[in-house]
């Protein structure tokens, strides 16, 4: 019997820090949160202070009852959640459900039962068991604020949408005015009016040397050149006029290194560096976080990932140092270690994002990484390392040319000394312009007009709009990446080319909420909200009164929109895809599973078209396979349906038989030695089953792995939760190895990297 149960969230965060901890210690995951709120009605009860109901998520009983039995069975229990508002709730939950006390009930709140890291190491995890603390109900309250909140909103809004626009649509708080930032974005890229203007540009010599000037006055004035006429104009005034330089400036400029990387920076540069959504990012991120095995041994290589605050522990600065003085040189270290600033309510208890030990170097552990693994943990690495040396020191140079009535300038930028550039590069090349003195002539080589046309303003990337939600004070470390893809999941922006558009559905829904519910929608309403949880999470506001202040003024609201708001008939979206069959121009439809293109001319043409992400169409490629159709012999193809692949006779409708593809997944029937394979069930359910059946009927509901219960002899499997996170375990009923637990089991089938 182990002396201590410590209970995580991540069935991988629990195989790392087990490695850290003796015999007196056993280490369980709650595979994330085991309490919320009830899908199926409010469960909130508005009258009683706002009191919440809360219910074991579904599927987790079972794993509560094994969790309380272990529970019973040590002498404390230490909850290791993530050191955030969420790990904080999750440990909530868990000392309530073990210690059997009622929600808002506990006698023991004071208990030491608290365990907190910022890395998953040897010494981080061994000294924070050694210093438990009580669970800090504030920021639990916080997070059941949040929670609330969006509830309250979600709950009641989306009812009023299905009444008025669509079924099965919904609305949230946050996402509701990321939605409209996008919209009105749009709306500005769609109303901006093109303007001409014209720009010159000489090229010059000066001792053979070529290098570049742009016109930047004219008789004094700035050069604003409206059309062709004008600039025909200041051409026709340059003949024959000699280039003299008439002023040179030199100015010396220091460039400092950006801090290590909070959550948005990272997900900005990731997006920007590697073309990385920020899902893929985060969940990049969380395994870095959470172990990755290196040799016998599964360590977290980055700090915790969510994280708003720019603050370095001491010890790692002085690691980053030595680090740099060594492989550098001491004129690449600052003479005291780099301290930035904290801005606005930061948690700054967290530090920045950075490796748990600078000497594991990128190319140290690229053997133990994926290749999407390595370039995140390289951009990591260097922007925490790069944020520890001397600043970059820069000489600019200015030539200002008179010709005439103009007046050109030419500019230059060379790197004196590179400090943290020598790391962390810069994408901006060099400019070098020739040594000129003041007074000298320079030699026109050509003059090259240009027109253009003003652009509109850019449409929001992930970067950009993480950034501009960051700068609002709109969403918080743990809630960018949510933002985001739900108003991409719920077809209110589509993403084209790297940037977000609102859909007709989503600008239909961001009008009547503005008109409605401009409190909502409303920037600084929402930012202060952000500050309001803030204060519930320091102790300085009541969460009561939060709630109370934001839900009195919506029920008016929504009272008042349910009798004004009229039916809305929402427009199609007219695509560029032409209709082969009857030539109409196909429109985007929102279906069960997401958008599609339909034909307009529905009865009569019923075609519809597939469509990616972006809303292109997917190109339909008929794929043979080897199979023989027993019904008319013709060779069968592969088919898409809604459950995967499977195979299909060419000649349907004539002949409608179709067959199931079994996926051999590389481990062997424990009974017969045929080959394991993946099958779909008549509702699209995934088994695994034998390729001998039905002279052999081994079956598996999850995923079979090599490894072998030592009990019963059946293969263990494997199965991975929505969270991603992945639990081994026999599923035999039957045996007593049917316990989820993590345990390692090397899968049969190649781990393909993604990238």
Known sequence: MSKYLVVVESPTKAKSISKFLGKNYKVMSSMGHV??????????????????HYITIRGKGELLKELKKNAKDAEKVLYAADPDREGEAIAWHLKQYLEGNKDGEDPNADALCRVEFNEITKDAVQKAVKQPRAIDINRVLAQQSRRELDRLAGYKLSPLLWKKVRKGLSAGRVQSVAVRLICEKQKEIDDFIPVEYWSLE??????????????????????????????????????????????????????????????????????????????RTMQLAQQLFEGVSIGSTAVGIITYMRTDSVRIAPVAQEE????????????????????????????????????????????????????????????????????????????????????GECLFRANGTVVTFPGY???????????????????ELVTLKKLRPEQHFTQPPAAYTEASLTKTLEKLGIGRPSTYVTIIETIVSRGYVSRRDKTFHPTELGIVVNDLLMEYFPDILNVEFTARLEDELDKVEDGSESWQQVLADFYGPFSERLAKAEEAIGEIELKDEVSDVICENCGRHMVYKMGRYGRFLACPGYP???????????????????????????????RMVVKKGRYGKFLACPNYPECKNIKSIDEEIGVPCEKCGGQLVKKRGK?????????????????????PVEQLCPECGRHMVEKTNKNGETTVYCENKECPGNVKKAAEGKRGRKQVSEE
């Not at 409206?226 to 400036?249: C, F, H, P, R, T």
């Not at 550039?421 to 007074?439: A, H, Q, R, S, T």
């Open 202 to 279: 000489g090229d010059f010599l000066h001792e053979q040397e070529e290098f570049q000037a742009k016109l930047l006055k004219v008789q004094d004035k700035k050069a604003e050149i409206a059309n062709e006429e004008q600039m025909n104009e200041i051409l026709k005034s340059l003949e024959g006029v000699s280039y003299q330089v008439i002023s040179v400036q030199k100015k010396q400029k220091k460039k400092t290194p950006s801090p290590a990387f909070t959550t948005s920076s990272m997900l900005q540069e990731a997006n920007q560096k590697l073309g990385y959504t920020s899902k």
């Open 320 to 403: 980053a140092r030595e680090y740099v003085s060594e492989h550098y040189g001491k004129e690449y270290c600052p003479e005291q270690p780099r301290i930035f600033e904290k801005k606005g309510h930061i948690q700054n208890a967290h530090e920045a994002i950075r490796p748990t030990s600078v000497q594991r170097t990128p190319a140290s552990m690229k053997q133990y990484l994926t290749q999407p693994q390595y370039r995140l943990y390289k951009l990591i690495w260097e922007r925490f390392v790069a944020s520890q040396m001397a600043d970059a020191q820069v000489e600019n140079t200015a030539y200002d040319i008179q010709a």
């Open 421 to 439: 550039m020598k790391l962390y590069k810069n994408d901006k090349k060099e400019n070098v312009l020739p040594d000129i003195k003041e007074g």
């Open 604 to 634: 009569e043409c019923r075609n519809v078209k597939s469509v990616d992400k972006d809303g292109n169409v997917e190109e339909k490629v008929i794929e043979e396979s080897d199979i023989i159709c027993e019904k008319c012999g013709s």
């Open 35 to 52: 309490r919320d709120l009830p899908k199926s009605k409010l469960g909130i009860d508005v009258e009683d202070n706002f009191k919440p």
């Open 683 to 703: 509702r699209g359910k995934v088994f695994y089953g034998c390729q001998n059946y039905p002279d052999c009927q081994t079956v598996y509901w999850n995923l």
